[in-house]
């Protein structure tokens, strides 16, 4: 059975977001989406980090309280607020970065300890190498005289790839045995044989950097390889590439709650004005007494509440170990169409006030649509789901 019931310290954690969102984060998306690049870094970056930290003490166990059950779903439902509040300030604070949710699929203990509270981008995507990871040529050679490893290649659009403190990077061992040999790496920012090579101009989650990074000879320890050294024979080749995919059964979900939030964030602001303006929106008449503008946003909240609930399965069934690709990708396509359509709508439904910058409508629209492109396209998560549910291949249905 699944209990999707909101714990009370998930509902303290919701309460305290939702504080910082409106006291610290709104006021400053503004002006982090006009100037995307004019600071190092967020100027509020520890006063953001200190609001993470009240966030995640509010959720603390009282004295004498139950752990509260449903982490997973819990830390879902937090990551929705958050990018309520701004999904690319969201994206830069502290530990929330893609890159912790791959060490947190798949690190080992001592891994956790030294990587844990750090902020960590994911680098999968490389010039030839974006839908088809399979194909990234990064690689990744030990040196038996010093173990460590020796990466060399080129990683493009990391997602807080300059302001983070450590990438988690795809690389190949050994090219010729295909996708079994992709294992995923730590590189601490400032190792060298490192550099920043370009930072992306982008339509939105503007607060965020998205970077490129060019590895030359960049030497790391032995220890920093998330998962087995080892390369499976080639009937399991599957299985090899498994490993580093499971990364996405977590991101995905997270993905996916940020591209609730933004088009819940939409949504408020639209039905807020629209409520200004006298317009009600009452649920307990037929649909043929509503004029179109109140079934238009009770379509949008029905198909926000369907991703959600879709994200929040995909995630609970982490929590219980089951492997949860299929859902995860469900969550995600639903997602980020729905957040795509739903922004559209909103701007649509308000003119204007939609459309001018004076508000933070139109930014909504801009940075919903990275929801429906990172961590695997609309399109690629549709694949998923139809090799996953026709029980096609890789090699079937491409
Ligand atoms: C702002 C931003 C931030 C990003 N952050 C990160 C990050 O942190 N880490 C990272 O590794 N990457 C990141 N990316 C890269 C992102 O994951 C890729 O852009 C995405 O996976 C798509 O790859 P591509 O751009 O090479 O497009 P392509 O793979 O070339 O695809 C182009 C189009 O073709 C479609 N398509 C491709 N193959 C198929 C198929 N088999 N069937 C049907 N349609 C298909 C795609 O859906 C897409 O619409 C980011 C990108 C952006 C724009």
């Not at 967020?42 to 930290?53: G, H, P």
């Not at 010093?146 to 060399?152: C, G, L």
């Not at 949008?300 to 170990?321: F, H, K, Q, Y």
């Amino acid at each position: 059975m699944i209990d999707f019931e909101i714990s009370p310290q998930v509902k303290r954690g919701l309460k305290a977001a939702r504080e910082v969102n409106v006291n610290l984060i709104r006021k400053l998306s503004g002006y982090y989406d006009e100037y995307e690049h004019e600071h190092d870094d967020i100027k509020e970056a520890d006063e953001i980090n200190k609001a993470s930290l009240k966030i995640m003490a509010a959720m603390a166990p009282k004295p004498g309280e139950e752990a509260a059950k449903g982490a997973a779903v819990g830390g879902i439902i937090i990551a929705e607020e958050r990018a309520w509040g701004d999904p690319g300030l969201s994206l830069g604070a502290s530990t929330s970065g893609l890159g912790n949710a791959a060490i947190g699929a798949v690190a080992t203990d001592e891994q956790k300890k030294r990587f844990g509270s750090k902020y960590a981008s994911m680098a999968i995507t490389e010039p030839g190498a974006g839908s088809d990871t399979a194909a990234i040529t990064t690689t990744a050679k030990l040196d038996p005289d010093t173990n460590e490893w020796i990466i060399n290649g080129e990683k493009i659009f990391i997602t807080g790839g300059a302001r983070s403190q450590l990438v988690v990077i795809w690389a190949t061992l050994d090219k010729s045995m295909g996708r079994a040999a992709i294992k995923s790496f730590v590189v601490e920012k400032g190792t060298p044989g490192m550099t920043l090579s370009k930072l992306e101009n982008k339509l939105g989650i503007r607060a965020s950097d998205t970077a490129s990074i060019v590895f030359e000879d960049c030497r790391i320890p032995y220890e920093n390889i998330l998962g087995s050294p080892e390369i499976k024979p080639k009937k399991t080749t599957a299985s090899g590439f498994k490993g580093v995919m499971k990364t996405f059964d977590v991101t995905r979900p997270a993905v996916a709650a940020q591209a609730i939030g933004v088009a819940q964030a939409a949504l408020d602001f639209t039905k807020e004005k629209l409520e200004e303006e006298g317009f009600q929106f009452p649920y307990d008449r037929g649909q043929h007494s509503l004029t179109a503008t109140q079934r238009d946003i009770m379509d949008m909240e029905v198909n926000l509440e369907a991703a959600r609930l879709l994200t929040w399965r995909a995630a609970s069934m982490l929590e219980t170990g089951q492997r949860n690709s299929l859902e995860a990708s469900f969550g995600k396509a639903k997602a980020g169409r729905a957040a795509t359509l739903v922004c559209q709508k909103c701007v649509a439904l308000l003119g204007p006030l939609g459309y001018s910058r004076e508000w933070l409508l139109e930014k909504f629209m801009r940075d919903c649509k990275i929801t429906d492109i990172f961590e695997g396209t609309g399109q690629i998560q549709m694949l998923i789901i139809a090799r996953n549910i026709l029980g096609f291949s890789r090699e079937m249905l491409k």
